[in-house]
Nanobody, 125 residues
Framework: QVHLVESGGGLVQAGDSLRLSCAAS????????MAWFRQAPGREREFVAA????????YFADSVKGRFTISRDNAKNTMYLEMNSLKPEDTAVYTC??????????????????WGQGTQVTVSS
């Protein structure tokens, strides 16, 4: 069982930056595909970014490409999401997810077995 806890959310202004963390416990995440999703009020859960076990491959939604960076530190059992040039439309609850092994459908929520509780990110204009 993998327990995920997000942190780093908050209220910022448009153009600001935030760094989210996803700390895992229970098992080492070394062999896990990790991802970030977000959900705004009244909207479906949306894929944001994913990273493979070795960090050799990263994947981003078009809406955040060039602004967000995903990384991981397996020694610390932690994944990160660096968010730059934030926009009001980035406002959402950001949740991290994990699954053992790679899956080509990395942007689909159903492939992930473990989920955190989420952290709120609010971007004011």
């Amino acid at each position: 069982q993998v327990h995920l806890v997000e942190s780093g959310g908050g209220l910022v202004q448009a153009g600001d930056s935030l760094r989210l963390s996803c700390a895992a416990s229970g098992r080492t995440i070394e062999s896990y595909l990790m991802a970030w999703f977000r959900q705004a009020p009244g909207r479906e859960r949306e894929f944001v970014a994913a990273i493979n076990w070795s960090a050799s491959s990263t994947y981003f939604a078009d809406s955040v490409k060039g602004r967000f960076t995903i990384s991981r530190d397996n020694a610390k059992n932690t994944m990160y999401l660096e968010m730059n040039s934030l926009k009001p439309e980035d406002t959402a609850v950001y949740t991290c997810a994990a699954r053992l092994g790679y899956n080509v459908y990395y942007s689909a929520p159903y492939v992930y077995n473990y989920w955190g509780q989420g952290t709120q990110v609010t971007v004011s204009s």
